[in-house]
């Protein structure tokens, strides 16, 4: 590379072209054989990208599995009518499932069903982890081994969170405001 401005193009040009997100070590090893780069150089490298798309309708995020590009959260509703298939839509028993896995982890299928007080359906799991969202990290020494699930970078990734510390804080049950109606829902549930 002939200079700073060369090379800032091609780490723009690669993270604009690159199918998922790039790791600081996946962009050393693609540009070895050109130039090599210190992570602090790469670093410096991306902190001018995302100040130059800083006011842009894309941004340049940083996720659990490195660094992307995405389009701007003030513009998703607008952005999704390009296309015309709608958003998959969760039940609430998936969502229910996936929260408790995500704050809970590692987490087992028993102990999920305890605390939603129903059991949980294998399609649940499965679908989660055809999505690449939880995974099985071990498995629990009790009698029958029941297989331990947490979450993945591809989680992570998917709701554009660095790490788990970023999930919203769970409000606690006292301070949660429901009418009578929302809690007959509830217990018809």
Known sequence: MNN??????LIESMLFVADGPLSIKAMQT????DVALSGKQLQAIISELQQDYAERGIH???????????????HSEQIALLWKE?????????LET????????PITRGEIEDIRGVSVSSYIIKTLQERNWVKVVGHKEVPGRPALLATTDEF??????????ELPELMPVSEINLDSEQVEELVEA
């Open 60 to 74: 340049l995020v940083e996720v659990a599995s490195g660094y992307r590009f995405q389009a701007a959260n003030e």
């Open 156 to 165: 992570l990734d998917y709701f554009s969170l660095k790490s788990l510390s």
């Open 86 to 94: 709608r958003a998959p839509r969760y039940s609430r028993a998936m």
């Open 4 to 9: 700073n401005k060369q090379l800032k193009n």
């Open 98 to 105: 996936l929260s408790l896995i995500a704050y809970r982890q």
């Open 30 to 33: 693609t540009l070895e054989d």
